[in-house]
């Protein structure tokens, strides 16, 4: 089973170098990579990584479309776009619909970027949607450091979440919260819910990533760099030397996504 990289981030060719320099400077951090296909797919040669997740954010309900369309020209054997809903989609239930049917196999959502909080009553039926169509619902959690510190990612949003709809193949971001990790503890740890390792373990020690990781399922990890704002190479080199047992590294690596993707 090769390596699969659950969350990575890339701009139509034309865009890239503009989005990635406005986010850069957004939010204080330093992009790796050109934020496009192609320099995803040399990552990946570079680091020994087979498939890589290509999660897409629309930040309007009419970006939808566009999103859409461009994410069935990128979608290869290496590369699984998950095309993007907005909460405020008139027909949530359509466009889970739509995304189906053309073959993908989950959607990103980002609280803060589409202006909505996980938990809120109006995103129950993307979550139902989801649910029906055993689609992944890949979620940023946790803090954004772009943002203000508002929780609308955090844990125990996500705990009710999954609380209501426990068939949700929901995946926590960052470890289930991005400078959070006291409330994964409290909320996530231990449970069923899905976490992906990306833009965590530079932010904690070693001891801290071994005991989050050795207190969860193995079957509800995968691997993740959230890239072009990490090196693949780099975080998977750091997931390696965490001294993790040879069964459960290969779950996270890649067993578990692969599973998750079908």
């Not at 990790?181 to 069923?192: A, M, N, Q, T």
């Amino acid at each position: 089973m090769g390596v699969i990289d659950f969350h990575t981030h890339a701009f139509p060719d034309a865009l890239a170098e503009r989005a990635v320099r406005y986010l850069a400077a957004e939010g204080g951090i330093y992009s790796y990579l050109p934020g496009t296909v192609s320099g995803i797919v040399a990552s990946m040669d570079r680091a020994g990584i087979e498939r890589s997740v290509v999660a897409l954010i629309a930040t309007r309900p009419q970006q939808f479309d566009s999103i859409f369309a461009w994410a069935k020209t990128i979608a290869s054997p290496r590369i699984v776009p998950f095309p993007s809903i907005h909460p405020a989609d008139p027909d949530l239930a359509g466009r889970v619909r739509q995304v189906a049917e053309a073959g993908f196999r989950g959607v990103k959502l980002h609280p803060y970027y589409q202006d909505c909080v996980l938990d809120e009553q109006r995103l129950f039926p993307l979550y139902a949607a989801l649910e029906r169509a055993g689609l992944v619902a890949l979620v940023h959690a946790g803090f954004d450091m772009a943002y203000e510190r508002v929780r609308v990612a955090d844990p125990a949003r996500i705990a009710r979440v999954m609380g209501l709809f426990p068939g949700l193949k929901l995946v926590a971001a960052h470890l289930g919260a991005w400078k959070d990790w006291g409330e994964v503890r409290k909320h996530i740890l231990g449970k069923p819910i899905c976490m992906d390792l990306s833009y965590s373990l530079d932010f904690m020690s070693r001891e801290e990533a071994r005991e989050l990781i050795l207190g969860h399922p193995r079957e509800c990890l995968v691997f993740g760099t959230d890239s072009p704002w990490a090196d693949p190479g780099k975080v998977l080199a750091q997931v390696r030397g965490l001294g993790l047992d040879a069964e459960l590294e290969a779950d996270i690596l890649g067993r578990n996504a692969a599973r998750l993707l079908g």
